[in-house]
């Protein structure tokens, strides 16, 4: 696909496609395809569009077990995506809240409770909230006290055990 800025950009649709496939195939490449289709002449409303797509897809290439894609670069690729353009983009709120609750999610599973904080700052800095299930805040203040308790009993990260994101929506 391989597109500069000054390019006549390809359809929506196309890219979509091809960045399925891509996705689906493993293929890490795609992540500067995206960027270079955002920064091309595409409609406004296009790349608003392929964003929300793509990220969509993102997500679940994340939560996605059997990928062989680096899950840090996506999941970092994804908040960084969604800061640099939050406000450009104006996205549902909604959207925001379940795209980064998964970054939340697997921060944690991946036990780096630093990372998932900031994902739910970004998010409470924002004004978004999870309507969904328990909130950001609340959420953020256990991260907290968790690393708190783990600062201060040195408790071995492996050990600790979050609820999936199932698990969570269902306490409600």
């Known amino acids: 696909m391989n597109m500069s800025a000054e390019s006549n950009p390809v359809s ?11 996705l689906q195939a493993d293929d890490i ?21 392929v964003a929300h797509e ?33 406000k ?15 970054l939340i999610t697997y921060y944690q599973n991946q036990k780096n409770l630093d990372k998932a ?3 739910c700052e970004f998010l409470i800095r924002h004004g978004i909230t999870d309507d969904d299930s328990k909130g950001f805040h609340v959420r953020l203040d256990e991260l907290h006290r968790l690393k708190k308790r783990v600062e201060e009993k040195g408790i071995d990260l492996r050990s600790l055990k979050f609820p999936s994101e199932e698990e969570e929506d269902d306490e409600e």
């Open 12 to 22: 929506k649709e196309s890219f979509l496609e091809e960045a399925l496939q891509r």
């Open 29 to 49: 490449v795609i992540l500067d395809d995206f960027l270079a289709y955002e920064k091309s002449k595409a409609p406004f409303f296009d790349r608003v569009e």
């Open 54 to 86: 793509f990220l969509d897809l993102l997500t679940f290439k994340i939560k996605e077990s059997k990928s062989r894609m680096s899950k840090e670069v996506l999941t970092q690729f994804s908040l960084d995506f969604l800061r640099d353009t939050l």
């Open 88 to 102: 450009q983009y104006g996205y549902n709120p909604k959207f925001v809240g379940i795209q980064c609750k998964a």
């Open 117 to 119: 904080i900031e994902v």
